[in-house]
């Protein structure tokens, strides 16, 4: 059992913890000495196995990021899907059947793309499709690791959906020549040679920040998918051997890509964050990210506006009509709340209740959003044109266990409600209402649109935070009292003037 010790200057205790000679390549220090931030010794003692297990997880992490199964690079993976490619091809191109067979199966393929708010799509890992990119590389005598998998999986998908296109115009009866033949590489005869010294990989270095710092699930898994992005771009994974030149390569790329100067700031930050507590812990000698980040630059009108009546009308109107719950009720909670989708799926049913006087939205803390909920939670009336479209009626509809969920038709096997909300509304906004405008997103214009209108009402800005979740404290009094966050009849007085775009039914 490791005792507690006490720091000779600072009278603090903490425990110490060789690390051992196989892990130090890896985890890049002799010794683990956690703080146990107190002078008490009974105190110092009761917290100790707690710290010593978090140690000890660290070099589980650490030990797994030695040996681990082999990383392909992209060249590598884009070979791997050529094969799939040409495969698949000669099996379907001689009789590839109708060619509406093959616009459904893109349809499907699809539906592994999440539409962001900026109008990007990114890919929805989903373990069916993991378990199939695994099995065909190992198939091939490859063993991949978790990250390998992943892109692959990403990767396959890609390949399919030009499968599909081609495949339906061998249906139409065009057999010129394939262009996407010569897009893949050829596959090399025999593997490059491994590593021989231990690589730091990301995922190893994150899973040490986090057993340490205990960031919030959304930051975890936010700065998951940047170090895999990195990896992605660069083609290798190992934190050691990232330079300030490959910040900038991985910079340049990410531009071309499409990618905004605000996700690109904001990714390279997250690295940064990570490499400078790396750095502080002696894991890494110095931080590639520092002072990489491209400076942010707002000029003219913001990149995404809120819905215009008209718009918000045939939103809402189409939205009457729908038997799905999520399209009946999410587009107008949105309009007359302000409120994110992921606050609205996560809710229970118990979280529609009563509350001085008027009937309300109880949002409250997620894991998810633990590292905000003090801005987020808060106490959100119900507009009176959302009572006369017959919400409440919906909610008592609902299984009674007031622990169920507001949307229990809403789920999911793999990923979470906000991303499937977000792409199945999506998806609704853009085919059926028929609103492309790149300048609305689909959930997030509601929120734009719910400022401008409380503007115009002329209600308080304190009022409109208690309503939107935002953060804004205006004033050294802002912390005091309770607030119009739990002021729900209060904040019902400017809510109630914001008008229905649509007459009631």
Partial sequence: MIRPTKHPRTGIYHVRKAVPAALRGVVGKREWIENLGTKDPDEAKRLAPAAVTRIEAMHRVALSAIGTPRRLTQKELMAYAGEWYREFMGAWEDDPGDVEGWERWQ?????????????????????????????????????????????????????????????????????????????????????????????????????????????AAATQKK????????????????????????????????????????????DILAAGAVSAWAVKNRILTDNPFKGLAPAQVKRGEASRQGYSDEE?????????????????????????????????????????????GVAILDIRPTKDREGKNATFQRMLPLHPAVLSEGFLSYVAGLPSDPNGPLFPSLQVKRGTLAAKAATDIGRWIRKTVGITDAAKAPNHSWRHRMEDELRKVRALPEVQDAITGRHNPRNAGAGYGRGFRGMPDEVLKDLARVPSPLPPK
């Fill in 312 to 356: 918000a009308r045939r939103i809402l109107a189409a939205s009457r009509v729908e038997t799905n719950p999520l399209l009946r009720w999410t587009p107008w909670l949105m309009a007359f709340t302000g409120a994110r989708i992921s606050e609205l799926v996560e809710m229970k049913r118990g979280h529609v209740k009563q509350e001085a």
């Fill in 223 to 266: 700065y998951g998918a940047v170090s895999r992005t990195i990896v992605r771009v660069l083609g290798f994974d190992d934190v050691r051997r990232v330079s300030p030149q490959d910040v900038v390569t991985f910079k340049q790329a990410r531009l071309a890509e499409g990618t905004s100067v605000k996700t690109l700031s904001d």
């Fill in 107 to 215: 349809d499907i393929l699809s539906d592994n793309l999440d539409e962001e708010d900026d109008g990007s799509r990114s890919y929805l890992y989903r373990q069916p499709d993991m378990d199939e990119a695994a099995s065909y590389l190992r198939g091939r005598g490859v063993s991949p690791d978790r990250e390998t998998i992943r892109t692959f999986s990403r990767v396959l998908n890609s390949v399919k959906h030009r499968a599909a296109r081609k495949l339906a115009e061998r249906a139409g009866g065009d057999y010129s020549p394939d262009p996407n033949l010569i897009t893949f590489p050829a596959l090399r005869s025999t593997p490059p040679a491994e590593p021989t010294t231990p690589t730091l990989t990301w995922a190893a270095l994150l899973a040490l920040w986090a057993a340490e710092r205990r960031p």
